[in-house]
């Protein structure tokens, strides 16, 4: 560390990016403070949430077992919602457990999670210090040296950001601007507790097992769609809508949210249970464009959510493993000095993640089809719903109810095929 | 039995330590009373954002969520400060 440092890294933010990093820093033998303006880590962080192992255990083989978890996903819903009528698929067992029997996906509840996490992070050798809401960063000679927080300097040779989704600190820093509305959705959840046994009874699932399940067409044609994710005692329903689209809609993300509770098809899985908590994220929908050019100036660098790994893939949001994985690269390219930037793209590069935010890059595409929030939910289920109308009379041809449908929807052939293509393409 | 629940009453169950002598977020109300989309107002989770009995809109900052949003979709920018609460204060998720 530099003469005049406290210590070697200042880390802003206790969430998964900002203990990975922490983690991995303080295991190579630097000093390592981990700011967290939240009371506890995790008092602050939301997120859906399902967590993908394989980052976990790239942080440390053998800690997804020694996690918090809620329970293994192993069965996958997808539920097209329009009106009062809903389809759905199912998918298990979900992805494919590795011989160690580490489950490929899990859920997690933050607030349980994170804490223990910086917990981890601590008993590598982090300094952990809470409730303390960094004010902004120490500059000198045009390198970042520290930051202050209520009023007091603390200095390092670099000060790693991963405050989250609204990250002040790498706009002050420069490498980030204002956010368009248009790149964002806003998430909001409630936990709905309920006893474990009814839980597993309903979504078919054993104990310890979970499921989680996608919705689309509950957005009132808004973009975006809702999800649910059974935790051990309780379950996580909510819906994440383009807020841009709100006021011109006439809509709320609360109105939204409250609507697809009493929906007929996701009401039972609810009934019975007792809200206990709402809480609301901003969710990055920009992909890899969202990602700055320089993650990193002197003395400074950006991770996680802050610096834009998040995908939302339509089927699934995937933020806690990205976030996960860029942590251990800030971390890695701080262990190995010279020119931060370089180093930092190298780490994402060599940890696949880059591949990963590049090779998602043509769902954006595919979840800008404006059609896929309303007018397709509906299609498919006049169609579905045709098809399982008897009335004694002769089956219709497919082809023929398929046709009719999409006329009633005002779809013209082409547009159908031009969506399609667009499908194809991006998947 | 509705499962239906008034923002207030959601906002009920989460856990605030307001700060009742300094705003995290602060408002220009010449600059918001010459907003006619007024996006916050649908957009907030909290439904913090409302339009006054003089056409124009106010916000409570007790009971944000501090998501954001707010910051996102205001185009007018009539929201002059956002920051997060001071030390130790605004919401504590118990599960998130």
Known sequence: MSDDADVDVIVVGAGPAGSACAHRLAREGRSVVLVERGTTAGAKNVSGGRLYTYALEALEEGLTRQAPFERAVVREQIMLVDGDRAMQVSVLPSGDSDPAGVPASVTVLRARFDAWLAGRAEGEGALLATGVTVDSLLMEHDRVVGIVADGEEMRASVVVAADGVSSLLAREAGLTGPLAPASVGVGVKEVVALDAAALEARFGVGPGEGAATLLLGCTGGVHGGGFMYTNAASISIGVVVSPGDLAAAGRTPHGLLQDLKEHPAVRPYLAGGESVEYSAHLVREDGVRGVPRRLAREGFLVTGEAAGFVLNLGYTVRGMDLALVSGIAAAEAVLAGGDLDAAYHAALERHGLMATMRGADGYRDLLHLHRLYGTYPGLALDVATSMFAVDGGPPPPLRRLVRDVRRRHGVPLRGLVRDGLVGVRSL | MSTRLPVPELLGRDVFAVDEGSPHIV???????????????????????????????GLDHAGCLECGTCRVVCEAGGIVRWTYPRSTFGVSYRQG
């Open chain 2, 27 to 57: 408002l220009d109300p010449a600059v918001c009373a010459t907003c006619t989309t007024t996006p916050c107002v649908a957009a907030c989770p909290a439904q913090l954002y409302r339009v006054g009995p003089d056409g124009v809109v």
